[in-house]
């Protein structure tokens, strides 16, 4: 009589191996150089750092393995992402990191026509080329489709002209996704995306914009002044670049933020570390309920940010909108990162806000969280449109 297979759980297969992917990515991330606390002073991006995570994978997690990517799934790259954010401590590489991931990587393999992903996305993939989109300008932040670069069709191509502002990448970015209005229309209708290899004439960065936070991770002015671009730059469908940045958007929103919950892991063991050693009355300051509860908070807070943006790269990796999930998970993650940051501060007390001990420094990069891919406010605009209201 023919003997059965054992049943086997796919689900609990898939967890060991993306626990152990964890623990590679972790302790990959661990042997980075740590002359972070030096770079953030001057504002100097790594790129030694870069090149590393690059031969990592780590720049091509989602995209497909012919064009170059490791063709993880979306909680998998969520899962790498969480443990480079636990392991590295130059917070500003990893926000980097994600922008060239969600703004470049993301809309050419979603997008991009086969020439344009064979071009492109084996150097972006593998970290030897930089990348960034400009949407973002002076007058249309958080109304990013207000903006009023335009790009003029004419024999052979485009001509793009405007000025964007915020651009993350863009001083050491060798290609942009550049956004521009093609046609007149209402929100998104009208916009068009194209990619523009920098060096590209008429297009130009400023001087780098300087920081409170996240200094590490160089962002500079784009601006496009006559520059001319051929019909093969055009990514996508020509007046429907909106929906080019609203995917991106989804991937971005899903997943930045799992960086910053390795960050909080990070944060919390060295804050139980510190309330065990650190004595004031008589006994560790981790007896007094003021301390315990903080780091309890912290616990908390993780295990609630891991749990909602997996909840969001399930739907998404199960093909499902996670328009809403991702709202969530942003809007609750960047709040909780920026709160349990202050707290190891204040559980570190003085040395807390001595720049020596970096813990200020994470409070600063953990500020921005609420700002970009979408501020709080934002966020909870979505959630509520998603709720009927």
């Known amino acids: 009589m023919k003997t059965e297979s054992p049943s086997i759980d796919v689900d609990i297969v898939e967890r060991s191996e993306q626990a152990e992917y964890y623990d590679w990515v972790r302790r990959f991330a661990l042997s980075l150089p740590d002359d972070t606390r030096e770079r953030d002073r001057r504002g100097a991006f790594s790129r030694d750092a870069w090149d590393r995570c690059g031969k990592l994978g780590i720049q091509g997690l989602p995209a497909p393995e012919e064009y170059g990517g490791s063709g993880a799934g979306v909680v998998t790259t969520m899962v790498a992402l969480e ?22 990587v993301v809309p050419i393999w979603r997008f991009g026509s086969e020439d344009q992903k064979r071009k492109w996305l084996p150097g972006l993939c593998s970290g030897t080329l930089i990348g960034c989109h400009a949407i973002t300008e002076p007058e249309a932040g958080s109304d990013a489709f207000s903006m009023k670069a335009s790009a003029r069709r004419v024999d052979g191509g485009f001509i793009l002209n405007g000025r964007k502002t915020f651009i993350t990448n863009a001083p050491v970015a060798d290609l942009l996704v550049v956004f521009a209005r093609t046609s007149e229309g209402i929100g998104p209708f009208g916009i068009s995306a194209f990619i523009v290899e920098a060096g590209t004439k008429g297009c130009s960065t400023s001087k780098g914009i300087d920081k409170m936070g996240l200094r590490t991770s160089p962002m500079s002015e784009v601006l496009l002044d006559d520059c001319f671009v051929d019909e093969s ?23 930045i933020m799992s960086s910053q919950v ?24 981790g007896q007094f309920e003021s ?10 807070a993780i295990d609630a940010s891991r749990a909602l943006i997996q909840t969001a790269g399930r739907r998404m990796d199960d093909g499902d909108d996670a328009t809403l999930e991702a709202a969530v998970a942003k809007a609750f993650v960047s709040e909780a990162a920026l709160r349990a940051q202050l ?8 040395y807390g806000f001595m720049t020596e001990f970096e813990l200020e420094r994470s409070l600063r990069d953990a500020v921005g969280g609420t700002i970009y891919s979408g501020t709080s406010e934002i966020q909870r605009r979505i959630i509520a449109r998603s709720l009927g209201l």
Request: hydrophobic content about 40%; charged content about 25%.
């Open 343 to 350: 707290d190891a501060v204040q559980i570190h007390g003085g």
């Open 83 to 104: 443990a480079l954010g636990y392991g590295c401590k130059d917070n500003g590489l990893v926000f980097s990191i994600n922008a060239h991931l969600w703004t470049s």
């Open 291 to 300: 301390i315990a509860d903080k780091v309890a908070n912290m616990k908390i």
């Open 233 to 255: 730059s055009l990514l996508g469908r020509i007046g429907r670049g909106g929906d080019i940045f609203q995917e991106s958007m989804r991937w971005e929103r899903a997943c």
């Open 262 to 285: 390795g960050v909080m892991q990070r944060t919390m063991e060295r804050c139980i570390d510190y309330a065990k050693q650190r004595h004031q009355f008589g006994k560790p300051i």
